[in-house]
């Protein structure tokens, strides 16, 4: 099983084409985070492993990525048991033939507010290191692929990986949508059919289908929220609101804090990413 929650128990347990997201980041630039118990076993296919025996994370850094969003994926991630890293231009890590090699999971964290997807798709590729390609061929072999926010959007089609069954679009803009403008908000879902309240900043909803997709979570207005599916020998997951942010993120917006659970809700997510093979929902 994963670590417990960082305070208390852990909570629980698109075919249109995307023209602007947010997912912007927090005045602070925080991340949050501390320290918490260790990653224990991964259910399945063993991952592999840093040298120090957990499993080995990659969380995008640069200018795809806003300020204090790669902090706040590290942060979640090291709490759950991971060695994290980053991988971007200005880091140690760099995009390569062999930048994935050994690594249990990809992140692509949240996008700067009011950056279009097709702006972050377009800073991603402007480093000459980076392919779209590298990260499909990645998780096509077996790898993972976490997506938040803007990293969800980019997990769809045109721009974007096209990891998913499917496509990402914007939830604002959606039909009976219960947050319509791009200002931060908490919002609220079903997940594993059980209400909870989310961080969100402008994230998309999932339009999925196949036999190996696991809908997690749902918006109220039945937009797929947080999903989880195979892509070749590999695993997506994406989420439309965040479940790494931090307490300071919803301090800086005089938002009701919320971070405890969402942590829960972003360990619930990781463990059907990294574990067993997804449960179709009905």
Not at 19 to 24: E, F, M, R, T
Not at 59 to 73: F, Q
Request: proline share 9%; net charge negative.
């Amino acid at each position: 099983m994963w670590a417990g929650l960082r305070r208390g128990a852990a909570a629980l347990a698109v075919a249109a084409v995307v023209v602007a997201s947010a997912c912007g980041a927090p005045p602070s630039g925080g991340g949050g985070g501390d320290d918490g118990d260790s990653y224990s076993a991964l259910k399945g296919t063993p991952a592999p492993a840093a040298p120090d025996g957990r499993p080995l994370a990659l969380v995008y850094r640069g200018p795809a990525a806003c300020d204090g969003c790669p902090e706040a994926a590290h942060d979640m991630l090291e709490h759950d048991g991971f060695t994290v890293r980053y991988i971007g231009p200005d880091e140690e890590t760099g995009f390569g033939p062999d930048a994935l090699a050994g690594v249990a999971l990809y992140v692509q964290p949240g996008g700067t507010s009011g950056q279009e997807v097709s702006t972050a798709w377009g800073l991603l590729k402007r480093d000459p290191s980076f392919s779209p390609e590298l990260v499909r061929a990645y998780v096509r072999g077996g790898g993972r692929y976490l997506g938040l926010c803007m990293g969800g959007y980019l997990a769809g089609e045109e721009p974007g990986y096209g990891l998913l069954p499917g496509d990402s679009g914007q939830y604002i803009g959606s039909r009976d949508a219960t947050v319509t403008d791009d200002r931060d908000h908490l919002v609220e879902v079903a997940w594993r059919g059980h209400p909870q309240r989310m961080y969100f900043q402008d994230g998309p909803y999932f339009d999925v289908d196949g036999p190996d997709v696991d809908v997690v979570a749902r918006y109220t207005n039945d937009r797929a929220a947080a999903v989880v599916a195979s892509y070749g020998a590999g695993r997506v997951a994406v989420s439309g609101p965040h479940p790494e942010a931090p307490a300071d993120w919803y301090r800086d917006y005089g938002l009701p804090d919320e971070s405890h659970t969402g942590l829960g809700l972003g360990e619930d997510l990781l463990h059907t990413l990294m574990g067993a093979p997804a449960r179709p929902t009905s």
